[in-house]
T-cell receptor, first 110, second 111 residues
Framework: EDKVVQSPLSLVVHEGDTVTLNCSYE??????LLWYKQEKKAPTFLFML????IEKKSGRLSSILDKKELFSILNITATQTGDSAVYLC??????????FGQGTILTVHP | NAGVTQTPKFQVLKTGQSMTLQCAQD?????MYWYRQDPGMGLRLIYY???????DKGEVPNGYNVSRLNKREFSLRLESAAPSQTSVYFC??????????FGSGTRLTVV
């Protein structure tokens, strides 16, 4: 059974701080790892990672995958209140089924 | 360009009542999914349909049934609602293994 574990489960920071969110996984047939941001409604896609050591970057957000150690991190620099959300990582299995981690609740205070 | 449409957005049921959550996508996607999200649990797969005419159980199927009515529509039915089914339900569809599109969710409360 595929397993995805995220840490920390919650995080409170102030604007301008840098945060690192962690995602470890155990899957039988690794294809990729996905990061999502969820604000109140449906998850929205952030990154897809397939290759180890290749950083994906979008503005202040970046993510990297370590296939040897079976984990990924999501970094957010210079956090803003608009970054407050639940951040989910997931791994797809056969037929597109996603196994999600528990999520990290990020709260950014002004 | 509606994407994935779920109805209703909110629902309150009494224990033992039945209801059907509707999901439709207009992107010609082959595969469709129903997930539930509970606090601290992430999203968990209830049922999925890899293609029109097929359905399979996911991680938490007990208490639910599904119907893949056609390529566009995938409904989730609760025959006898229980308080443990209080959750937020998301429908999703994909064309390939990565391009997930989620519906906006249904917040269900069973009292």
């Amino acid at each position: 059974e595929d397993k995805v574990v995220q840490s920390p489960l919650s995080l409170v920071v102030h604007e301008g701080d840098t945060v690192t969110l962690n995602c470890s996984y155990e899957v039988t047939n690794f294809r990729s790892l996905l990061w999502y941001k969820q604000e109140k409604k449906a998850p929205t896609f952030l990154f897809m990672l397939t290759s180890s050591g290749i950083e994906k970057k979008s503005g202040r957000l970046s993510s990297i995958l370590d296939k040897k150690e079976l984990f990924s991190i999501l970094n957010i620099t210079a956090t803003q209140t608009g970054d407050s959300a639940v951040y989910l990582c997931a791994v797809p299995a056969s037929y597109g089924k996603l196994t999600f981690g528990q999520g990290t609740i990020l709260t950014v205070h002004p | 360009n509606a994407g994935v449409t779920q109805t209703p957005k909110f629902q309150v049921l009494k224990t033992g009542q039945s209801m059907t959550l509707q999901c439709a996508q207009d992107m010609n996607h082959n595969s469709m999914y129903w997930y539930r999200q509970d606090p601290g649990m992430g999203l968990r797969l209830i049922y999925y349909s890899a293609s029109e005419g097929t359905t399979d159980k996911g991680e938490v199927p007990n208490g639910y049934n599904v119907s893949r009515l056609n390529k566009r529509e995938f409904s989730l039915r609760l025959e006898s609602a229980a308080p443990s089914q209080t959750s937020v339900y998301f429908c999703a569809s994909i064309l390939d293994n990565y391009g997930y599109t989620f519906g906006s969710g249904t917040r269900l409360t069973v009292v």
